[in-house]
């Protein structure tokens, strides 16, 4: 099994989604990763929806620093304590869970423990979470921030990355969301434009 790499930490948590503080600033997953988080003998695992880089202070924006620098990074050199004043997390849409060594692609009895270390799912991880598409369900019906349409097509090109044949997985994700959405011609026709290989 290849190493997972953790991420972050929860943060705040429900049953349908949580969110995660990154331990670097910047380095949160790409939009639509597969990230899992532990908690007492349950793997939840969740789809990135959103990232954000704030101030710690609430109300708190930062300024524009850089008139006098060249680059950004000379901004970060002139002001380090900007990288302790600064936080990036992220929002992840819980789409199953594995409980008693079984893979379940709906929603958990319960929700994400505080303080539970999140991961980005290895290759191996994605492969297997990805051999069905019935989480496709809870993207399409989730009320978030951001549109099914682009979550759903980023969550489709980044789980395609770990297949040799990326085309065979899209075609194949395409034909479940055709059924799932037979009634919405013009969302599944923004949807496919979007996971074009």
Do not use: W
């Not at 191996?124 to 989730?142: A, G, R, V, Y």
């Amino acid at each position: 099994m290849a190493e997972v790499q953790r991420v972050g930490e929860v943060i705040e948590a429900s049953t349908t989604d949580f969110v995660a503080q990154c331990y670097e600033l910047y380095q949160s997953p790409p939009l639509g990763s597969l990230v899992k988080t532990r908690d007492s003998g349950m793997e939840l695992y969740g789809i990135v929806y959103n990232a954000t880089t704030t101030s710690f202070e609430p109300g708190r924006r930062p300024i524009a620093r850089g008139k006098d620098e060249t680059t950004e990074e000379a901004v970060y050199q002139a002001s380090p304590q900007l990288l302790k004043l600064l936080k990036s997390e992220f929002g992840a849409v819980v789409v199953g869970h594995r409980q008693d060594d079984k893979l379940h692609h709906y929603l958990p009895p319960k929700p994400a423990r505080i303080h539970s270390f999140v991961y980005l799912c290895s290759t191996e991880e994605i492969k297997e979470f990805s051999q069905s598409f019935d989480f496709l369900n809870i993207l399409l019906n989730t009320h978030l921030p951001v549109s099914p349409d682009e979550l759903i097509a980023a969550c489709l090109r980044q789980m395609s990355q770990v297949y040799e044949d990326r085309r065979a997985f899209l075609v194949a994700a395409g034909k479940e969301l055709a059924i799932l959405l037979s009634g919405q011609f013009n969302q599944l026709k923004a949807i496919l434009e979007r996971i074009k290989t």
